[in-house]
């Protein structure tokens, strides 16, 4: 069973700034099979990335997934306003497709 | 478009059992597994299995073994779990989720949620 670890656990950054999020995965993901969820309060997760890089349908473009193997970093070019909220990394390489703890993006 | 509307939330005693549904719409039902997250207040997400609405396969996370089970009902394009022998490790936001297609299990299709309370 793969687990995910996310770095850091929170992040305080203002309006314009880059945000750069980690998910590090206790075994190498096949297919670079990894997924990023934007989840603000009172709301279900929305997905932004699969597949390590590609866009959901809708994201925009300062959305940008990386990596491979146990590595991956989600990169938010400029902060909007919307964008502060807990972002998720989860594996949809293999059952269970488990979620790591999540990184809290704040508005510093 | 793409529609999984859920049932109400629930308030249930230590012990007992909930049932949670999810209605689709807007695709064909069979041709996606579904699978359910749930989120404790202030927590993260938990993974907790996956349905196949074609044959009705299943697969749970080891932790939900033996007191989750994932049903569908073709004819109303509808997924289910029950959760039995609840306590209150179980009070949780209770979400369903569509998959992309065959072979990718990402998500961007959601539930609204079902808040579920255990409460004595």
């Known amino acids: 069973e793969v687990v995910l670890t996310q770095s850091p656990g929170t992040l305080s950054l203002s309006p314009g700034e880059r945000a750069t999020l980690s998910c590090r995965a206790s075994?190498?993901?096949?297919?670079?099979?990894i997924a990023w969820y934007q989840q603000k309060p009172g709301q279900a997760p929305r997905l932004l990335i699969y597949?390590?890089?590609s866009r959901a349908t809708g994201i925009p473009d300062r959305f940008t997934g990386s990596g491979s193997g146990t590595d991956f970093t989600l990169t938010i070019t400029r902060m909007e306003p919307e964008d502060f909220a807990v972002y998720y990394c989860q594996q949809h390489d293999d059952s269970p497709f488990n979620f790591g703890p999540g990184t809290k993006v704040d508005i510093k | 478009q793409v529609q999984l509307v859920q049932s109400g939330a629930e308030v249930k005693k230590p012990g007992a059992s909930v049932k949670v549904s999810c209605k689709t719409s807007?695709?064909?039902?069979?041709?996606?597994?579904m699978y359910w997250v749930r989120q404790a207040p202030g927590q993260g997400l938990e993974w907790m299995g996956w349905i196949n609405p074609n044959t009705g396969g299943t697969d749970y996370a080891q932790k939900f073994q033996g007191r989750v089970t994932m049903t569908r009902d073709t004819s109303i394009s509808t997924v289910y779990i029950e959760v039995t022998s609840l306590t209150s490790d179980d009070t949780a936001v209770y979400y369903c989720?569509?998959?992309?297609?065959?072979?990718?299990?990402?998500?961007?299709?959601w539930g609204q949620g079902t808040l579920v309370t255990v409460s004595s």
């Open positions: 807007g695709y064909t039902f069979t041709g996606y597994y």
């Open positions: 989720a569509r998959v992309r297609g065959m072979g990718d299990m990402a998500a961007p299709y």
């Open positions: 075994l190498s993901i096949s297919n670079s099979y």
């Open positions: 597949g390590a890089s």
